[in-house]
């Protein structure tokens, strides 16, 4: 069964959906896989103008599945960083779309769901939905979703929710400048036709290099900074806390830090 959903209308917008909302669209080697597959698939698709990240469900992603996670205990060091790249993969083949890529977030996104949302060049978000990097809970980092996160926010926002696992709301999310904006949930797909309808009378081409441009200008987001971040979570699951975190949080317990 497929984890994803990628559906094209008449005008060329294509909603690409996280499908597993039983369990809150946790990122599975599966939906990773099928996530990059269709991202690969629509870059190249001439018809796609434009293209919604959306999520079924009440959460829009709970982050990486933690059962994927567990298993990575069990691997060799190199298998370990080969699975850790999935989520940088995936990541990268969204943010290097050359359509504008719209984030409908419905519902909650945390740590690679936050990943998610900075990939996106607007996202649209609903009021009282929560985000968070909950990684260091854990005794994990933010690092594959790191490069794309301070792309989209900046070192100065980063820093205030980074590194503390700090569940924030939606409105302190466009603070932070992950979200664009906040509605209540029923205008929520009223929303996203408004920010969709205007690239329609656009040139395509020319969207796509302005795009390009906008990227270039600012800094793209490059293959060492996303390998360098890599590194760093390989280290990270070597790591006595990272097998603590894990583990009380499959237990049901306390770690032995809180």
Not at 24 to 35: G, I, R
Not at 49 to 57: I, P
Not at 177 to 195: F, G, K, M, Y
Request: glycine letters at 8%.
């Amino acid at each position: 069964m497929s984890l994803i959903r990628v559906e094209t209308d008449a005008r060329g917008v294509a909603t690409l959906t996280l499908a597993r909302a039983e369990k809150h669209n946790a990122l599975s080697a599966q939906m990773m896989t099928e996530l990059e597959d269709a991202a690969r698939g629509l870059a190249k698709d001439t018809k796609v103008r434009v293209v919604v990240l959306a999520a079924d469900g009440k959460t829009f992603c709970a982050g990486g599945d933690l059962a994927w996670m567990r298993e990575q205990f069990d691997m060799d060091a190199e298998t370990r960083r080969v699975e850790s790249r999935r989520i940088a993969t995936v990541l990268g083949a969204l943010y290097d779309l050359p359509q504008p890529l719209i984030g409908r977030v419905q519902g909650n996104a945390l740590g690679g769901g936050v990943g998610l949302v900075s990939v996106c060049d607007v996202a649209i978000g609903v009021s009282g939905a929560k985000l968070g990097f909950t990684e260091t809970r854990l005794g994990l980092i933010p690092a594959n979703i790191g490069p794309y996160v301070l792309a989209r926010m900046g070192a100065t926002r980063a820093s205030e929710v980074f590194m503390s696992a700090r569940i924030f709301g939606a409105e302190e999310a466009v603070r932070l400048n992950l979200l664009s904006r906040t509605v209540e949930h029923d205008d929520l797909d009223a929303a996203i036709d408004a920010e969709v309808l205007p690239y329609l009378s656009c040139a395509p081409g020319a969207v796509a290099e302005a795009k390009a441009l906008m990227r270039d200008l600012a800094g793209r987001v490059v293959q060492e900074q996303v390998d360098l971040a890599i590194d760093a979570l390989a280290r990270r699951w070597q790591s006595d806390e990272a097998r603590e975190g894990v583990g009380a949080f499959f237990d049901k317990r306390s770690p032995s830090w809180q």
